[in-house]
T-cell receptor
Framework: ELKVEQNPLFLSMQEGKNYTIYCNYSTTSDRLYWYRQDPGKSLESLFVLLSNGAVKQEGRLMASLDTKARLSTLHITAAVHDLSATYFCAVDGDMRFGAGTRLTVKP | DSGVTQTPKHLITATGQRVTLRCSPRSGDLSVYWYQQSLDQGLQFLIQ???????AKGNILERFSAQQFPDLHSELNLSSLELGDSALYFCASSAGGKAQPQHFGDGTRLSIL
């Protein structure tokens, strides 16, 4: 059974700092998705990563995929308060979601 | 606004009952996905339809069923409801291929009393 582990589950960071969220998964897959969810809101698609070595960037967020290591990362650069949200990764196969990382960016 | 419409926004019912959740995808999207989000089980993929045909199945209970109609709207039917079915149910749509991002509706919050 596919398992998806995100860490950390909670992340509190200062504005302007950098940090990385990790998404490990247990079986082979070459497609991975990152989503953002604001409190009480729906999900927003951030990135679709399709192949080994894929890297995508949007603003202060950059996602990468290493299918051999079964690892995806979501890197946050120079965090701002507006990035506060919960971030989920999901792995294709049976679209298994991680537990989510609740990010809080403090001034 | 994602362009995906879900109705109703809230639904309160009792154990043993049956409900139908409705989803209208974005214009032009052929794929519809259903997800369940609850505090204890997190986000779970239930089922996907593509142009009227079932494409993939996730953790969907036998008490639950879905379909996608010729006009591409989809319905999720939940029957013999239990307290544990209380959750937020999201519908998402995409153009079709797995490379396409999914656009999520605002969800239907189902409360079982």
């Amino acid at each position: 059974e596919l398992k998806v582990e995100q860490n950390p589950l909670f992340l509190s960071m200062q504005e302007g700092k950098n940090y990385t969220i990790y998404c490990n998964y247990s079986t082979t897959s070459d497609r991975l998705y990152w989503y953002r969810q604001d409190p009480g809101k729906s999900l927003e698609s951030l990135f679709v990563l399709l192949s080994n070595g894929a890297v995508k960037q949007e603003g202060r967020l950059m996602a990468s995929l290493d299918t051999k290591a079964r690892l995806s990362t979501l890197h946050i650069t120079a965090a701002v308060h507006d990035l506060s949200a919960t971030y989920f990764c999901a792995v294709d196969g049976d679209m298994r979601f991680g537990a989510g990382t609740r990010l809080t960016v403090k001034p | 606004d994602s362009g995906v419409t879900q109705t109703p926004k809230h639904l309160i019912t009792a154990t043993g009952q049956r409900v139908t959740l409705r989803c209208s995808p974005r214009s032009g999207d052929l794929s519809v996905y259903w997800y369940q989000q609850s505090l204890d089980q997190g986000l779970q993929f239930l089922i996907q339809y593509y142009n009227g045909e079932e494409r993939a199945k996730g953790n969907i209970l036998e008490r639950f069923s879905a379909q996608q109609f010729p006009d591409l709207h989809s319905e999720l039917n939940l029957s013999s409801l239990e307290l544990g079915d209380s959750a937020l149910y999201f519908c998402a749509s995409s153009a079709g291929g797995k490379a396409q991002p999914q656009h999520f509706g605002d969800g239907t919050r189902l409360s079982i009393l």
